[in-house]
């Protein structure tokens, strides 16, 4: 039985005053692809946010490889194998494509591997190689996805938290990202993925949680509750008629 | 007429060297930490007086008041990011966090409080301090040439060259950008940001302390409104510049010296100053970007 | 009570005008380098008024304060668009471009064998309309903290009304409010005016207290000092501005023992309590708070 690479156990993360989670618990299972879905305002973006450092919750725990991690600096947990592919991308929009990927690499003490990683990941996303000395902010939509989420890989991450990667982005393009996706977990990432396109996510997923108003609503495999009640509850929450 | 024209621009880049890298200073901590330090030229100041101290006690040679002055601006520039910046973070997520406003009045407060220390330590308002250069100007032709006006112009210019190099060609330098552009995207990036922040702060602190060295030198002496003055022409080439343009920074420093040297000579003193505040409000109702904008952030 | 008191006590209640014309700003969301600039032309304007044409001072006052809108909208009608750092620098660049305007103003008169009237840098002597009327030190902080006591009720009322909720929402939030209608620049040039007026009508009395003004009275550091004694006292009342500025002027200069390090021991308080409360001390949380108990009290008692 594969073990648990993440946990969160009662996690309570919020803005000031307002509480975003409320007490969330689930786990990531190493090598698998689990998805987190629910409505907007359910509190994804708040977790990946809290499992990445940049926000500190205010109780509850998360477990990394059985080590504690919350409340720890986001660079910290970069360092400790957790790389977060952000909504919106985030590219370093005035700096070069090879640029952004070696920012990604910053805290890597092996410099002279990065070389060499830089000239894999441009294998596996030639575009970006076409593209490397241009400026990030020129690039589509969907070669900036493919940038923010090869610097993320730079890090050389255990796990990778992607918040919608699909968002905003054409539907050619979606399936371009989550074949890249499968492609990642083939070559051993585990991957946490957070999505607002449920029909995309259950078709990759191991696993999957559905989120509402803070807290974790169902847990359970694709296949185990019929798909178009997944959708419903993923974009409308369950509502109390 | 000609003579006097070309006489003015020279003086006028002399001066403009100064105020570029008064302005360098103020742009990267306002491009990096997204703040104004209104400490910054008060750090300077105490770190000049902490070099006049040394001198008025136990005199010393030039390279050790300007090595003085740089340690002592940079000492009480991490006093001030310590207490004004590090409590005042921007980068948290959440709407609440970071006050800049905040930041930027206890940065006055503690203006304030370098100001009396500085009156405590060396009580009168005027001290001499060691010229640059003893010797008179030199003569090219019709034109007369300050040798400490060429030294500074030359240390303006090598500190740029410096600073390019460590912001293109180092790992520093492309962490320092990356939080120029997107603080969050540093911190996922895997980018010390506090760090980050901390060592701008020490560099920015240290280029200032060798401008106010500079000025202090060329002048052969120092008051304590070094530290509004410093401050003020910082702001004000930064903003002509463009805010949070490096390039825009020693544009705007040029230009302001450009035109207070030209000011001065055909309008007198006051007048220079008024056309310089003119100039700039007119260049933000008109176009507040500045001269040499910095590329819109994200 | 003794002069230094008085003394003490009109301080504060002048410069508490420069600090509620910064409080205005700051509420409405700008931040500006500049009121002092129009707490000058107050002061020069009602100074020449009753020193060189003879208005009495309430007239003068009002002249005052019309020229203190009027030198505001001056500042604020180019500026209209620019928002945070910018404005903020623009007032900057303004006041300091008014100050070096006081210096160059000469305008003087006769007035019964004496030379009356603003002398560039040597400043303005002999604005005495207070003394000549007979007017006790005590009457005149009367007056001040009068007009002073209407400017706060002002300020309670415009919190209690729509006015005063649309401003603090176009200052927390522009573009929200610009998306439900709410017309934000002609917003942001009442409040300009609004605060040059109130500045200058503390100006005029700041004349009138001293008698003499230089330009050098309204420099920098004032209006620095004004924004800071705003924030330190708190953003959620009108009274905030007003503790700021007892904290500084009535505490730490008054006390002969705080006497040489007042700047350093103001200036660290400062930095600390920032540190601790980014709103300062009446901040809009603690107010919401204070208010609550006394409707709760008064809840009770019906």
Redesign the interface.
């Known amino acids: 039985m594969s073990r648990a690479l993440l946990e969160v156990s009662n996690l309570v993360s919020a803005y000031g005053k307002i509480e975003a989670l409320k007490g969330v618990s689930l786990a990531v299972e190493q090598g698998k692809i689990t998805c987190l879905l629910g409505p907007n305002g359910a509190g994804k973006t708040t977790l990946m946010f809290s499992t990445a450092g940049i926000l500190r919750p205010k109780a509850g725990s998360i477990r990394f490889a059985g080590e504690e991690i919350a409340g720890r600096a986001p660079h910290a947990i970069v360092e400790k194998g957790i790389a977060l592919v952000p909504e919106n991308r985030l590219v370093f929009p005035h700096m070069s494509v090879l640029e952004n990927l070696q920012a990604g690499a910053y805290q890597r003490p092996d410099r002279d591997a990065i070389e060499g990683d830089i000239e894999k990941l441009f294998a596996r996303f030639p575009r970006l190689k076409e593209r490397g000395a241009q400026e990030a902010g020129t690039l589509s939509g969907g070669e900036q996805q493919m940038l923010s989420v090869a610097r993320a890989l730079m890090s050389r991450p255990k796990l990778l938290l992607m918040d919608e990667p699909s968002l905003g982005l054409a539907p050619l393009v979606v399936e371009e990202i989550f074949r890249i996706v499968t492609d990642l977990h083939r070559d051993g990432t585990t991957i946490f993925l957070v999505e607002q396109n449920a029909h995309m996510a259950l078709r990759v997923a191991h696993h999957f949680y559905l989120m509402e108003q803070g807290k974790v609503t169902f847990s359970g495999d694709p296949g185990s509750i019929a798909e178009d009640e997944v959708i419903r509850r993923a974009y409308l929450g369950t509502a109390k008629a | 007429m000609i003579a006097d024209l070309v006489q003015n621009t020279l003086d006028g880049l002399a001066l403009g060297s100064t105020y570029a890298l008064l302005a360098v200073g103020f742009t990267l901590i306002f491009g990096v930490l997204r703040r104004?330090n209104?400490s910054y030229g008060p750090a300077i100041m105490a770190g000049c007086y902490a070099a006049t101290w040394t001198h008025v006690h136990f005199g010393a040679g030039l390279i050790v008041l300007a090595l003085i002055a740089i340690a002592g601006a940079v000492l009480a520039g991490a006093y001030v990011e310590r207490?004004?910046f590090a409590?005042?973070r921007s980068t948290g997520a959440g709407p609440c966090a970071g006050?800049p406003?905040?930041?930027m009045?206890?940065s006055?407060?503690?203006?304030?409080?370098f100001?009396?220390?500085a009156t405590?330590v060396l009580p009168r308002h005027l001290y001499a301090f060691p010229p640059l250069y003893s010797g008179g100007p030199l003569t090219v032709g019709p034109f007369f040439l300050r040798v400490e006006a060429l030294v500074t112009l030359a240390a303006a210019i090598a500190i740029c060259l410096l600073l390019g190099w460590l912001l293109w060609r180092t790992r520093f330098g492309l962490a320092v950008r990356a939080v120029i552009e997107s603080p969050r995207a540093a911190e996922l990036a895997g980018i010390n940001v506090p760090s980050v922040f901390v060592r701008v702060f020490a560099l920015a602190s240290a280029i200032g302390g060798l401008a106010g060295y500079l000025v202090v030198a060329s002048h052969g002496q120092i008051t304590p409104m070094l530290g509004?003055w410093s401050t003020?022409k910082g702001?004000?080439a930064m903003?002509l510049g463009g805010?949070g343009s490096l390039p825009g920074a020693v544009l705007g420093g040029l230009v302001l010296g450009l035109i207070e040297a030209h000011s001065q000579w055909y309008l007198g003193p006051?007048t220079r100053?008024?056309i310089a505040?003119?100039l700039?409000?007119?260049l933000?109702?008109l176009r507040?970007a500045g001269l040499w904008p910095a590329r819109a952030q994200g | 009570m003794d002069e230094f008191s008085i003394g003490v006590l009109t301080n504060i209640g002048l410069i508490s005008f420069l600090a509620l014309s910064a409080y205005l700003l700051?509420i409405a969301g700008e931040?500006s380098f500049g009121q002092q600039a129009f707490f000058g032309v107050g002061a020069y304007t009602a100074g020449m008024l009753t020193a060189i044409f003879g208005w009495p001072l309430p007239l003068a006052a009002l002249g005052a304060m019309a020229g203190g809108a009027f030198a505001a909208l001056l500042v604020g009608l180019?500026?209209l668009r620019?928002r945070g750092?910018?404005f903020a620098?623009?007032t900057?660049?303004?006041a300091?471009?008014f100050r070096?305007?006081f210096?160059?103003l000469h305008f003087q008169r006769d007035i019964d064998g004496d030379l009356v009237g603003p002398d560039g840098t040597q400043g303005f002597r002999g604005i005495r309309w207070i003394f000549e009327q007979g007017i006790e030190p005590i009457q005149f902080l009367a007056l001040v903290w009068a007009l002073l006591a209407a400017a706060v009720a002002g300020f309670v009322l415009l919190e209690r009304s729509r006015l005063g909720a649309t401003l603090r929402a176009v200052g927390l939030d522009p573009e929200l409010a610009a998306s439900v209608g709410v017309p934000i620049l002609r917003f942001k040039l009442g409040v300009v005016a609004a605060a040059g007026a109130l500045a200058a009508l503390g100006g005029a009395l700041f004349a009138h207290h001293n008698t003499y003004i230089e330009p050098r009275n309204f420099d920098?550091?004032l209006g620095?000092h004004s924004?800071?004694y705003a924030?330190?006292g708190g953003l959620g009342t009108a009274l905030g501005p007003l503790l700021g500025v007892a904290l500084d002027i009535g505490v730490l200069e008054s006390t002969r023992f705080f006497h040489?390090?007042?700047?350093?021991v103001?200036?660290?308080?400062?930095?600390?309590l920032?540190?601790l409360r980014?709103?300062g001390l009446l901040d809009e949380r603690i107010v919401h708070r204070i208010g609550e108990v006394f409707s709760r009290h008064g809840a009770a008692r019906r």
Do not use: K, N
């Open positions: 104004v209104l207490l004004c409590p005042h006050s406003v905040a930041a009045v206890a006055f407060a503690l203006w304030m409080q100001e009396e220390a405590l509004m003020l702001m004000l903003m805010l006051q100053d008024l505040y003119l700039l409000f007119v933000l109702a507040p | 700051l931040l180019p500026t620019l750092l910018y620098m623009a900057l660049a303004a300091e471009m070096i305007l210096e160059l920098i550091m620095v924004l800071a924030l330190i040489g390090y007042r700047m350093i103001f200036g660290g308080l400062v930095a600390i920032l540190a980014p709103r």
